[in-house]
């Protein structure tokens, strides 16, 4: 990815701010998802308690993941399917781009999985002369215009129907119209003939079944399915975290997942397939290859607070209800996953020297936190990653060692409530030893020694957010109740 | 392309990350310890014939499915005829259910069926027949099998999908649903809730992207007098 400094996440803010198309959107976006959501786990009398059981699957699962990582691979592979590992995105693409080579397929049709972008595979097929096809409707749309997403579940939110009816004019020769229906249509048929004439089709993977080597994906517009049963090779790409020990284990996240997502209690069409068809006769493809991928992810591992990150299953939900996304969008985060999501995991994807000012781009307001189906503290992945940038650029280990304890506490704080005033007697007691030992000087000392966090966050406070309360505020009033 | 060696490296980083998370792991789990005990499947109460029927109706018709209940198969083949006709189909891909073979065995028209159809003759056809395994009633959920129907390309192809139902195949939850179909794990299990749809266009709701833009199911009901 580009590298994304300050300055230009500062342009892409504001140019998503000055941008009221944009606005509109998002505005729509965020309540019309919002309320659906809300109607959708209404459905469900134990809300909370499947979030827990969720969470619980997930930290279980990645507290063994060599364990089921090895099942889902065996049995995948017994019932037939053919299983690729890639360290990283550079081999993943290699190992596709291999599988096409070998079987002289250059007509492909893929379905949407944020693993492809990741990895920018379409940029890798087409330097090799090859076009694959985007199939799902909004995917398809900003591969005609061009784009990348800006949603990961609604790819397409920041365009409006008028600029999608003269993108159809301008690629596809239609005659211009903005019916939704019209517009839907016309690519039913044009990519009809796709499908017709694929060779191999690409998918991302939702959940992969460790007991049985059961891949399932979810949609609604059925191009999944197509993708997955007309063309003779399928191809899946999917993240090792993605892994569930039990197959009824899906229970749980099939409830979660499209009400979370779309607020739907199922999405229209879920796809449960294991292995390759068994008689030469029967409908499907003859082969199927899975492709288990890292890149980036078993590293995420080495803390509980950062391996939370892998626990997260691509709902949006956070992007939905993020003050900060409503307001900015998906392109000013530069980067493939957006939103609050993204500002955690792109860093620890991509590296955290490249990415730094993404764990700034969040107003600490926990509504994130609050409608994760899987109860991902992403506030305190966000401190967890400051405290890291914090570590990183400061020369001194006293300095260092201020900015850890501080934002260590802060982060403890600010992720347990209730612990919130407990931590600012802790706050007191500490300025009072820091004092007293003399090193760093008086309690104004240490003080400077949060500013450079601190000067981060302010600088970041005229970033289009609307925090409830501010660092700056509760530290303030916490100065002043001494 | 070393796959094997992509592989242990993948494992060799597994296993030295989660070895270094063990001194941390203890004092975030005191914080963040998921409280599994409090999870419960809520018990549901045992649902007559009746009871899941109404429910499958009533959330299958929530999302824009049409539903017709029948006392048998003729009844059924009477039922296919009229939407065949109001439809105008003239080439319908039937699955290899020999529900659907029966069922469509009753009808005298003109109308091509297909079964096992190509790709190629599929993208003709203006309807599809299939049967299922089971349904949730739940979610309004048809549930199909590939080791027990060729179902498929005939469910999603043709724009308008019919499919022929039994009422002993409905069960009320997902989760019931999961353990049945984890028995004989077909290679493809398909849950189908409702038409093809997309809201990729300013969230506007449109029907029938790639799949069909009608759901119809009839539904068999012999063990009772259906009310009709
Ligand atoms: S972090 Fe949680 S809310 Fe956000 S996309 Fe992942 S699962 Fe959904």
């Known amino acids: 990815m580009e590298h994304l400094t300050a300055e230009t996440f500062d342009q892409n803010a504001r140019a998503a701010l000055a941008d009221t198309q944009l606005r509109g959107a998002l505005k729509n976006l965020a309540v019309t998802f919002g309320e659906r959501r809300q109607a959708a786990i209404a459905t469900v009398e134990n809300w909370e308690d499947l979030r827990e059981r969720a969470r619980s699957i997930k930290d279980e699962t990645l507290a063994h993941l060599d364990k089921y990582l090895t099942d889902f691979a065996d049995n995948a592979e017994k019932a037939g399917a053919q299983i690729h590992w890639a360290r990283d995105g550079r081999e993943a693409c290699a190992i596709v781009l291999e599988l096409l080579k070998e079987r002289d397929a250059t007509k492909i049709v893929k379905s949407k999985s944020m693993a492809t972008e990741e990895i920018h595979l379409n940029a890798a097929l087409e330097k090799t002369g090859i076009d694959p096809v985007e199939t799902d409707l909004g995917e398809w749309i900003i591969q005609l215009a061009g784009e990348t997403p800006s949603h990961i579940v609604v790819p397409a939110i920041h365009k409006t129907k008028g600029q999608i009816a003269d993108l159809f004019v301008e690629k596809v020769g239609i005659e211009k119209s903005d019916d939704v229906d019209v517009l839907t249509k016309t690519a039913r048929r044009i990519l009809r003939t796709r499908f017709a004439e694929a060779e191999v089709g690409i998918s991302g993977v939702n959940f992969g079944v460790a007991e049985t080597g059961t891949i399932l994906i979810l949609e609604n517009e059925g191009n999944i399915r197509l993708t997955t049963s007309l063309p003779k090779t399928h191809i899946a790409l999917m993240g090792i975290e993605k892994v569930v020990p039990r197959f009824t284990d899906l229970d749980v996240f099939l409830k979660l997942l499209p009400r979370s997502g779309t607020g739907q209690r199922l999405t229209t069409y879920q796809s449960l397939i294991t292995g390759t068809k068994r008689n030469a006769t029967d409908e499907g493809p003859a082969e199927v290859h899975i492709i288990l991928m890292d890149n980036g992810r078993s590293r995420m591992l080495a803390h509980p607070t950062t391996r939370q990150s892998l626990a997260c299953i691509r709902c949006g939900a956070c992007l939905n209800a993020c003050p900060v996304y409503q307001q900015i969008g998906g392109h000013a985060y530069g980067s493939v996953y ?118 981060a966050w302010t600088a970041w406070r005229d970033a289009p957010t609307v925090a409830p309360k501010s660092f700056r505020e509760i530290w303030k009033s916490d100065l002043e109740n001494k | ?114 079964e096992n159809a190509s790709a190629d003759r599929l993208f003709e056809c203006d309807l599809g027949i299939t049967g299922a395994q089971w349904a949730i009633a739940e979610t309004g959920t048809l549930v199909l099998e590939s080791e027990s129907e060729r179902h498929r390309l005939a469910s999603l192809v043709p724009p308008v999908h019919v499919c022929i139902l039994e009422a002993g195949q409905i069960r009320q939850t997902l989760g019931e649903i999961l353990e049945l179909v984890q028995q004989s794990l077909s290679r493809t299990i398909t849950f189908i809730t409702g038409a093809s749809r997309t809201s990729d266009i300013e969230l506007t709701l449109a029907i029938g992207v790639h799949g069909p833009g009608e759901l119809i199911v009839i539904l068999i009901d012999k063990t009772e007098e259906a009310e009709n």
């Open chain 1, 338 to 455: 957006p939103g609050p999501i993204g500002a955690v995991i792109t860093p620890q994807l991509v590296g955290i020297g490249k990415t730094k000012q993404l764990p700034f781009a969040s107003s600490l307001c926990g509504a994130c936190r609050e409608v994760c189906p899987v109860k991902i503290d992403i506030p305190e992945l966000l401190l967890h990653l400051r405290a890291e940038i914090a570590e990183g650029v400061t020369e001194t280990s006293t300095h260092k060692f201020s900015e850890k304890l501080a934002f260590g506490f802060y982060s403890f704080a600010w992720s347990r409530p209730e612990f919130y005033k407990l931590g600012t007697k802790i706050s007191r007691l500490l300025q009072k030893f820091v004092a007293k030992d003399g090193k760093i000087g008086k309690t104004s000392g240490f003080l400077a020694k949060l500013a450079p966090p601190l000067g």
């Open chain 2, 1 to 114: 392309m070393n796959n094997s060696e992509a592989k242990s490296a993948i494992f060799a980083s597994i296993r030295q990350n989660l070895a270094a998370s063990l001194p941390f792991d203890a004092a975030h789990h005191a914080h963040h310890a998921p409280k599994d005990s409090t999870f419960t499947t809520p018990v549901l109460p045992e649902l007559s014939t009746e009871n899941l029927i109404e429910n499958f109706r009533k959330n299958l018709e929530s999302v824009g499915g049409n539903f017709s209940i029948v006392y048998d198969e003729s009844e059924a083949a009477e039922i296919l005829l009229m939407m065949i006709g109001e439809k105008k189909a003239r080439k319908i891909a039937v699955s290899d259910s020999p529900l659907v073979e029966k069922i469509v065995g009753f009808l005298k028209m003109d109308a091509e069926f297909i």
